[in-house]
């Protein structure tokens, strides 16, 4: 119809029609209220103009009924909205169990984007249809912001830490990706694509990629580069915890404290490490030598130990 | 006094601008009227500047590749057009102009309560302008005016340090000035003004002067923070070295938040009194309309977060942030029905400053229903970051502060100066600004609902059509701001005398002369009947 | 105290004196109240990056020395006294005992300053301790915080906020000892014996909060961390 | 408001006080009280601080209105303190995952 001109945008994720329910619900919400003030002003000020330069209209009566009622009838739809808003959220905050994981760095002023399998991406990201992806994000620089409007998502990619979102396409094409955080000079060039493909066609494509090493294969031979393997040998050999095993679990520091193993953990473990019970506070720095994405690598590969089936690195 | 005037008014033959000349009677003046002029001339000036920057910007958003100008000039131009429009223009105009004029004369009193320190705040506000005018002028800022760290204090390499000094100092100038009504109006009431029979101009004005008391300090402080990392770079904020980018967000936004009620709730009293004088009512539920702004300075403390729901903050905190925002919702429709409701069985005159009042309303009403969709996590999620939220917030501020800092000027204008404005013109104007600020920012809630990220000084084509109507909007908009800057400085000096009380209004400062004398009143005025009147008169 | 010379006291936005000093007063509270908030910021960010960061921050606490800080609360405490002495006497126009009183707290002040620059932050510069400029623990301070296995960026933190935590405390004694010279020089000339003692209580109320925030800081920076 | 002279023996009883509490807190400082050590701090900084509000800066004595007013400023301090901790403190804990049912219409070509 209105060729060119944008009035929504696509639907094209599990969670978009969701959002799009509450969204028209507060849009309805809105025009109601601004057409009744809108139109009450206007019927009041035409019924009641001053007809006469001295006229003196009656004493304001104050009305306790009416007060109480549009101070409630808006709070209680405050709750209404609150209820729907928050449980929205909380669901879609949720990734699935199933979500296949990829990794996501933002760097001024590019996304850069790997595969666990390997295949790395720049502004780009290929993803199958149906499928819940769920990305972990960190930045190599400032504050930049994964947004994918026809997903209706949108968080923040910190520099020192992990956040993460999740999504699952409903639709095959090519949809916009927005860094939404201003984050520079190059901000309004930080674009990329979202491009999603029939899982035929996404397999046809990860396999078209140059054949390159899976994320944890990166890792394993990082590891053997950087001399992590002089320490986190076997059990009770080395001076480091081994990494078999690592991934998920409850560690005990020597300042007494307990910690899940989990990305957020192995990260700073790598970059500030943190004397674990039982270990001599050797371990040096990385901070600076490993790029975000080396460090994700690793991460990938500690993952790929871990022993028990419950976390297991997720596979398509 | 009589509603119509009789006879023809002159100006009285002594008052506040005759009574001495010469620029040292104006710079070390300690009358809080000839303040206010100053603080006038020094927003006015602020105003314009910043309103050039924003006409460049929608200049550039014309085309999708912006060809007109650089990302790296489109990012300062931004930057410069929000940091001097909330803290050189908005947060000064209603309280540093008409909250000093009005707030002494309203209360029955000869001036504030520290004369001298009123006039310091104006220095301070000077060197704050000046420094920050130096750090635009000397290569610009490029930081957005939210000062994000680490990208303000690593990865830029513009004039970061000098315009948070900027910032910092004038914050000293709003809180001495919030010291300074604060104690006014606690200590200076004319006898018999109570509590419940001050206009509720004089209720917004203290509610925001305790915002300013309690949020500006958080905000020098964050400066002093921001200035210190970037100079030693010590990692506070960095997360490379173990600091938090977050916490400074938090603190940001803990000022930051409040601070948009400092904006609107001066301009919610001069709606009041607006609504009031031109319905000739007593506002309706005067009480609830009083509380409604003690209640929105105190839950404004406590929403920052929810400017922070995709920060990669505690969803847990989000939570908490959402549900307290919701509440802040709620004295504001409170305000807009009892204002409407103010008309009923009114005697509704259209004069310019009523225009404005109803613009307000109506504006403000959209403004803070939109104000909803991002107080809810779930919607907020998509609409963060995008022209959703540039919509939402001019509508709060210019559709809402600025609306009603013109009606106000406009209201007030009489007594200042003690000559009236061309009313033809005014209307027009009025009529102007609404049509051109809603072709603006109307479009862009749609932009921001399909998904256009703000701060972009190229974007893609399809946004192009939205982008050229708020453009378009954009040249009515300022061509609305031009025409009272011409007519009003016309009047000041050609526009016939307006007599102490033009509107036939009520309230202490339409007793005394207009302009009125250096001291207010002839003798203080002693109260006997509470604010807005109308009905009793002549009974 | 004649009519005449209670007018002459009041300025002229005001009624009467208890007005002014009623306003003066509040005016003061007030400004205490931004004051608040403005320390706020620094004990926000001093509480989220000690949760984060306790062992840090604990042997942070291990580089700083007791006796310095258990002595300035001393010294401030005491200033505090006299200058609740000096507003007394003031009440009560004796412009000696205000005198006497005023330059007690001034030096107590005074000693404060010196002291906290020339022994304690000079100390911490030659130990390698100041962020940002020269930081790299050595030594005692080095077994110190690798005992509490804590990283030397986390330490950093603490001191960096240490030295901006007592820096602005310290720059709000100096304005305080800047305020008490002013008073000193009018109370010298025979001020504020005569029934207009405002700017002196005022004064001692902005040189009490100082006292205040620093008895916060003292526990906060010098005490943690256990010395048993 | 009345101007109140405290006589000068509640002024040096209060100093007494003050010093003793700085002799205690450093004390505690070198016993181990586990995690009471900085509860115990910060009480009795409270305490001293509360001691010099009260007699030093005469607000026993001093009308209503200025007690708003510290209480406005400590209720806000706490309103900035316990609002930021609610993030950090929960920043780290992760929402459960949900389970996945591909309930997938079959996709649409756009």
């Given at each position: 119809?209105?060729?060119?001109?944008?009035?929504?945008?696509?639907?094209?994720?599990?969670?978009?029609?969701?959002?799009?329910?509450?969204?028209?619900?507060?849009?309805?919400?809105s025009?109601?209220?601004?057409?009744?003030i809108?139109?009450?002003?206007f019927?009041?000020?035409?019924?009641?103009?001053?007809?006469?330069?001295?006229?003196?209209?009656?004493p304001?009566?104050?009305?306790?009924?009416?007060?109480?009622?549009?101070?409630?009838?808006?709070?209680?739809?405050?709750?209404?909205?609150?209820?729907?808003?928050?449980?929205?959220?909380?669901?879609?905050?949720?990734?699935?169990?199933?979500?296949?994981?990829?990794?996501?760095?933002?760097?001024?002023?590019?996304?850069?984007?790997?595969?666990?399998?390997?295949?790395?991406?720049?502004n780009e990201l290929?993803?199958?249809?149906?499928?819940?992806?769920?990305?972990?994000?960190?930045?190599?620089?400032?504050?930049?912001?994964?947004?994918?409007?026809?997903?209706?998502?949108?968080?923040?990619?910190?520099?020192?830490?992990?956040?993460?979102?999740?999504?699952?396409?409903?639709?095959?094409?090519?949809?916009?990706?927005?860094?939404?955080?201003?984050?520079?000079?190059?901000?309004?060039?930080?674009?990329?694509?979202?491009?999603?493909?029939?899982?035929?066609?996404?397999?046809?494509?990860?396999?078209?990629?140059?054949?390159?090493?899976?994320?944890?294969?990166?890792?394993?031979?990082?590891?053997?580069?950087?001399?992590?393997?002089?320490?986190?040998?076997?059990?009770?050999?080395?001076?480091?915890?081994?990494?078999?095993?690592?991934?998920?679990?409850?560690?005990?520091?020597?300042?007494?404290k307990?910690?899940?193993?989990?990305?957020?953990?192995?990260?700073?473990?790598?970059?500030?490490?943190?004397?674990?019970?039982?270990?001599?506070?050797?371990?040096?720095?990385?901070?600076?030598?490993?790029?975000?994405?080396?460090?994700?690598q690793?991460?990938?590969?500690?993952?790929?130990?871990?022993?028990?089936?419950?976390?297991?690195d997720?596979?398509? | 006094?009589?509603?119509?005037?009789?006879?023809?008014?002159?100006?009285?033959?002594?008052?506040?601008?005759?009574?001495?000349?010469?620029?040292?009677?104006?710079?070390?003046?300690?009358?809080?009227?000839?303040?206010?002029?100053?603080?006038?001339?020094?927003i006015?000036?602020?105003?314009?500047?910043?309103?050039?920057?924003?006409?460049?910007?929608?200049?550039?958003?014309?085309?999708?590749?912006?060809?007109?100008?650089?990302?790296?000039?489109?990012?300062?131009?931004?930057t410069?057009?929000?940091?001097?429009?909330?803290?050189?223009?908005?947060a000064?105009?209603v309280?540093?102009?008409?909250?000093?004029?009005?707030?002494?004369?309203?209360?029955?009193?000869?001036?504030v309560?520290?004369?001298?320190?009123?006039?310091?705040?104006w220095?301070?506000?000077?060197?704050?302008?000046?420094?920050?005018?130096?750090?635009?002028?000397?290569?610009?800022?490029?930081?957005?005016?939210?000062?994000?760290?680490?990208?303000?204090?690593?990865?830029?390499?513009?004039?970061?340090?000098?315009?948070?000094?900027?910032?910092?100092?004038?914050?000293?100038?709003?809180?001495?000035?919030?010291?300074?009504?604060?104690?006014?109006?606690?200590?200076?009431?004319?006898?018999?003004?109570?509590?419940?029979?001050?206009?509720?101009?004089?209720?917004?004005?203290?509610?925001?002067?305790?915002?300013?008391?309690?949020?500006?300090?958080?905000?020098?402080?964050?400066?002093?923070?921001l200035?210190?990392?970037?100079?030693?770079?010590?990692?506070?904020?960095?997360?490379?070295?173990?600091?938090?980018?977050?916490?400074?967000?938090h603190?940001?936004?803990?000022?930051?938040?409040?601070?948009?009620?400092?904006?609107?709730?001066p301009?919610?009293?001069?709606?009041?009194e607006?609504?009031?004088?031109?319905?000739?009512?007593?506002?309706?539920?005067?009480?609830?309309?009083?509380?409604?702004?003690?209640?929105?300075?105190?839950?404004?403390?406590l929403?920052?977060?929810?400017?922070?729901?995709?920060?990669?903050?505690?969803?847990?905190?989000?939570?908490?942030?959402?549900?307290?925002?919701?509440?802040?919702?709620?004295?504001?429709?409170?305000?807009?029905?009892?204002?409407?409701?103010?008309?009923?069985?009114?005697?509704?005159?259209?004069?310019?400053?009523?225009?404005?009042?109803?613009?307000?309303?109506?504006?403000?009403?959209?403004?803070?229903?939109?104000?909803?969709?991002?107080?809810?996590?779930?919607?907020?999620?998509?609409v963060?970051?995008?022209?959703?939220?540039?919509?939402?917030?001019?509508?709060?501020?210019v559709?809402?502060?600025?609306?009603?800092?013109?009606?106000?000027i406009?209201?007030?204008?009489?007594?200042?100066?003690?000559?009236?404005?061309?009313?033809?013109?005014?209307?027009?104007?009025?009529?102007?600004?609404?049509?051109g600020?809603?072709?603006?920012?109307?479009?862009?809630?749609?932009?921001?609902?399909v998904?256009?990220?703000?701060?972009?000084?190229?974007?893609?084509?399809?946004?192009?059509?939205?982008?050229?109507m708020s453009?378009?909007?954009?040249?009515?908009?300022?061509?609305?701001?031009?025409?009272?800057?011409?007519?009003?400085?016309?009047?000041?000096?050609?526009?016939?005398?307006a007599?102490p009380?033009?509107w036939g209004?009520?309230?202490?400062?339409?007793?005394?002369?207009?302009?009125?004398?250096?001291?207010?009143?002839?003798?203080?005025?002693?109260?006997?009947?509470?604010?807005?009147?109308?009905?009793?008169?002549?009974? | 105290?004649s009519?005449?010379?209670?007018?002459?006291?009041?300025?002229?936005?005001?009624?009467?004196?208890?007005?002014?000093?009623?306003?003066?007063?509040?005016?003061?509270?007030?400004?205490?109240?931004?004051?608040?908030?403005?320390?706020?910021?620094?004990?926000?960010?001093?509480?989220l990056?000690?949760?984060?960061?306790?062992?840090?921050?604990?042997?942070g606490?291990?580089?700083?020395?007791?006796?310095?800080?258990?002595?300035?609360?001393?010294?401030?405490?005491c200033?505090?006294?006299?200058?609740?002495?000096?507003?007394?006497?003031?009440?009560?126009?004796?412009?000696?005992?205000?005198?006497?009183?005023?330059?007690?707290?001034?030096?107590?002040?005074?000693?404060?300053?010196f002291?906290?620059?020339?022994?304690?932050?000079?100390?911490?510069?030659?130990?390698?301790?100041?962020?940002?400029?020269?930081?790299a623990?050595?030594?005692?301070?080095?077994?110190?915080?690798?005992?509490?296995?804590?990283?030397?960026?986390?330490?950093?933190?603490?001191?960096?906020?240490?030295f901006?935590?007592?820096?602005?405390?310290?720059?709000h004694?100096?304005?305080?000892?800047?305020?008490?010279?002013?008073?000193?020089?009018?109370?010298?000339?025979?001020?504020?014996?005569?029934?207009?003692?405002?700017?002196?209580?005022i004064?001692?109320?902005?040189?009490?909060?100082v006292?205040?925030?620093?008895?916060?800081?003292?526990?906060?920076l010098?005490l943690?961390?256990?010395?048993? | 408001?009345?101007?109140?002279?405290?006589?000068?023996?509640?002024?040096?009883?209060?100093?007494?006080?003050?010093?003793?509490?700085?002799?205690?807190?450093?004390?505690?400082?070198?016993?181990?009280?586990?995690?009471?050590?900085?509860?115990?701090?910060?009480?009795?900084?409270?305490?001293?601080?509360?001691?010099?509000?009260?007699?030093?800066?005469?607000?026993?004595y001093?009308?209503?209105?200025?007690r708003?007013?510290?209480?406005?400023?400590?209720?806000?301090?706490?309103?900035?303190l316990?609002?930021?901790?609610?993030?950090v403190?929960?920043?780290h804990?992760?929402?459960?995952?949900?389970?996945?049912?591909?309930?997938?219409?079959?996709?649409?070509?756009?």
């Amino acid at each position: 119809m209105w060729q060119g001109f944008p009035i929504r945008p696509d639907q094209a994720s599990t969670i978009a029609a969701g959002w799009d329910h509450l969204f028209y619900f507060l849009t309805g919400i809105s025009i109601f209220f601004s057409v009744l003030i809108f139109s009450t002003l206007f019927y009041l000020a035409i019924r009641y103009r001053r007809r006469s330069q001295d006229e003196i209209p009656p004493p304001t009566k104050e009305n306790l009924p009416i007060e109480l009622t549009w101070t409630l009838v808006p709070s209680g739809l405050c709750v209404v909205i609150f209820l729907w808003a928050t449980s929205l959220f909380i669901r879609n905050s949720r990734p699935p169990e199933a979500s296949a994981e990829i990794f996501v760095v933002g760097k001024q002023w590019m996304w850069k984007v790997q595969h666990p399998e390997g295949p790395r991406e720049i502004n780009e990201l290929h993803v199958p249809v149906n499928r819940p992806i769920k990305l972990t994000m960190t930045s190599e620089d400032v504050i930049h912001d994964f947004g994918v409007p026809a997903f209706r998502i949108k968080k923040d990619v910190v520099p020192g830490m992990y956040t993460t979102e999740w999504f699952a396409a409903t639709q095959t094409g090519r949809f916009h990706l927005f860094c939404d955080q201003y984050c520079g000079m190059g901000h309004s060039s930080m674009v990329g694509w979202i491009i999603v493909m029939p899982p035929d066609d996404y397999e046809r494509w990860l396999n078209s990629q140059v054949k390159v090493e899976s994320m944890a294969a990166a890792g394993a031979k990082l590891f053997l580069q950087l001399g992590c393997a002089t320490c986190h040998v076997a059990e009770g050999v080395g001076l480091g915890p081994p990494l078999q095993g690592l991934f998920g679990k409850e560690l005990k520091l020597q300042n007494g404290k307990t910690v899940v193993a989990d990305d957020a953990f192995l990260r700073s473990a790598i970059l500030n490490p943190i004397p674990v019970a039982g270990y001599p506070p050797i371990m040096p720095t990385f901070q600076g030598q490993m790029s975000e994405d080396e460090v994700l690598q690793i991460i990938a590969y500690t993952k790929s130990l871990a022993t028990s089936g419950e976390r297991k690195d997720t596979k398509r | 006094m009589s509603t119509v005037a009789v006879e023809v008014p002159a100006l009285p033959d002594v008052h506040y601008l005759n009574v001495s000349y010469g620029w040292r009677s104006w710079l070390l003046t300690t009358d809080h009227k000839r303040i206010a002029w100053l603080y006038l001339l020094a927003i006015t000036f602020f105003f314009f500047v910043g309103g050039a920057a924003a006409t460049l910007m929608r200049l550039n958003l014309i085309e999708p590749q912006g060809s007109l100008l650089e990302p790296a000039t489109y990012n300062k131009l931004f930057t410069v057009h929000g940091l001097i429009m909330i803290f050189f223009f908005l947060a000064p105009a209603v309280p540093a102009v008409l909250g000093n004029f009005l707030i002494p004369i309203m209360i029955g009193a000869r001036d504030v309560a520290f004369p001298r320190l009123n006039l310091l705040s104006w220095y301070i506000f000077m060197l704050g302008g000046s420094v920050f005018l130096y750090a635009v002028i000397g290569g610009g800022v490029d930081t957005g005016w939210t000062f994000y760290t680490p990208l303000s204090t690593t990865y830029v390499n513009t004039n970061v340090i000098s315009a948070a000094m900027g910032i910092f100092i004038s914050g000293f100038s709003s809180i001495l000035t919030g010291l300074n009504f604060v104690v006014t109006i606690h200590k200076m009431r004319a006898p018999g003004l109570t509590w419940f029979r001050l206009p509720l101009f004089i209720w917004s004005m203290y509610a925001a002067s305790v915002i300013f008391i309690l949020a500006m300090p958080v905000i020098a402080i964050t400066m002093v923070l921001l200035m210190l990392e970037r100079f030693f770079h010590v990692g506070i904020f960095d997360p490379a070295l173990g600091g938090d980018p977050i916490l400074f967000q938090h603190l940001f936004w803990f000022f930051g938040h409040p601070e948009v009620y400092i904006l609107i709730l001066p301009s919610m009293g001069v709606i009041s009194e607006l609504v009031a004088a031109f319905a000739r009512k007593r506002v309706f539920g005067y009480s609830f309309v009083a509380f409604s702004s003690v209640a929105i300075a105190v839950i404004s403390f406590l929403v920052w977060a929810h400017h922070m729901f995709v920060s990669g903050m505690s969803i847990y905190a989000g939570l908490v942030f959402s549900a307290l925002s919701f509440a802040v919702a709620i004295p504001s429709a409170i305000k807009v029905f009892n204002w409407t409701a103010t008309m009923y069985q009114g005697s509704v005159s259209y004069d310019a400053p009523m225009l404005y009042a109803i613009g307000f309303i109506g504006l403000f009403t959209m403004g803070g229903l939109t104000g909803l969709f991002l107080a809810s996590l779930a919607v907020d999620v998509h609409v963060h970051d995008t022209y959703f939220i540039v919509a939402h917030f001019h509508y709060i501020m210019v559709g809402g502060a600025v609306m009603g800092y013109l009606g106000g000027i406009h209201y007030w204008w009489p007594k200042m100066t003690g000559r009236l404005y061309p009313e033809g013109w005014a209307r027009l104007s009025a009529l102007i600004i609404f049509i051109g600020f809603n072709l603006t920012f109307g479009p862009q809630f749609i932009l921001g609902y399909v998904g256009m990220p703000r701060r972009y000084s190229v974007y893609p084509a399809e946004f192009q059509i939205l982008n050229v109507m708020s453009s378009a909007g954009a040249s009515i908009l300022a061509v609305g701001y031009i025409i009272p800057l011409i007519y009003l400085l016309w009047s000041a000096r050609y526009g016939p005398p307006a007599g102490p009380n033009p509107w036939g209004a009520k309230g202490l400062e339409w007793l005394t002369s207009s302009p009125p004398p250096t001291h207010n009143f002839e003798e203080t005025p002693i109260v006997t009947e509470e604010a807005y009147a109308y009905a009793q008169e002549e009974a | 105290m004649s009519e005449g010379h209670a007018q002459a006291l009041v300025a002229e936005q005001f009624d009467d004196v208890e007005q002014q000093r009623g306003a003066t007063s509040l005016g003061m509270w007030v400004f205490l109240a931004t004051e608040v908030l403005f320390f706020g910021g620094l004990f926000c960010g001093y509480t989220l990056y000690r949760g984060l960061y306790s062992s840090a921050f604990e042997a942070g606490s291990h580089l700083l020395k007791i006796k310095f800080g258990a002595s300035y609360t001393v010294m401030l405490i005491c200033s505090s006294l006299t200058m609740a002495l000096g507003v007394r006497a003031a009440q009560l126009r004796r412009r000696k005992a205000l005198l006497i009183f005023l330059i007690i707290t001034i030096l107590l002040g005074a000693a404060f300053v010196f002291i906290k620059l020339r022994y304690e932050w000079y100390g911490d510069y030659l130990e390698h301790l100041v962020p940002g400029i020269d930081f790299a623990p050595e030594g005692e301070n080095l077994v110190v915080i690798q005992r509490f296995g804590a990283a030397l960026p986390h330490v950093s933190l603490f001191m960096f906020l240490y030295f901006v935590m007592t820096g602005v405390h310290a720059l709000h004694m100096i304005i305080g000892v800047g305020l008490l010279a002013t008073l000193f020089i009018l109370a010298w000339r025979g001020h504020f014996t005569g029934g207009h003692y405002e700017p002196v209580e005022i004064s001692g109320l902005y040189w009490h909060f100082v006292d205040i925030v620093w008895i916060f800081l003292f526990p906060l920076l010098y005490l943690i961390g256990g010395r048993y | 408001m009345t101007e109140h002279i405290v006589p000068k023996k509640i002024y040096i009883l209060v100093f007494a006080i003050l010093i003793a509490f700085t002799a205690l807190t450093t004390a505690v400082a070198y016993t181990d009280l586990g995690p009471f050590n900085t509860v115990v701090a910060l009480a009795i900084a409270v305490c001293k601080a509360s001691l010099v509000v009260l007699f030093f800066m005469h607000m026993k004595y001093n009308p209503g209105m200025t007690r708003i007013v510290l209480a406005a400023a400590v209720g806000w301090l706490a309103i900035l303190l316990a609002l930021t901790l609610t993030d950090v403190s929960s920043r780290h804990w992760l929402p459960a995952p949900q389970g996945w049912e591909s309930s997938a219409p079959s996709p649409r070509p756009r």
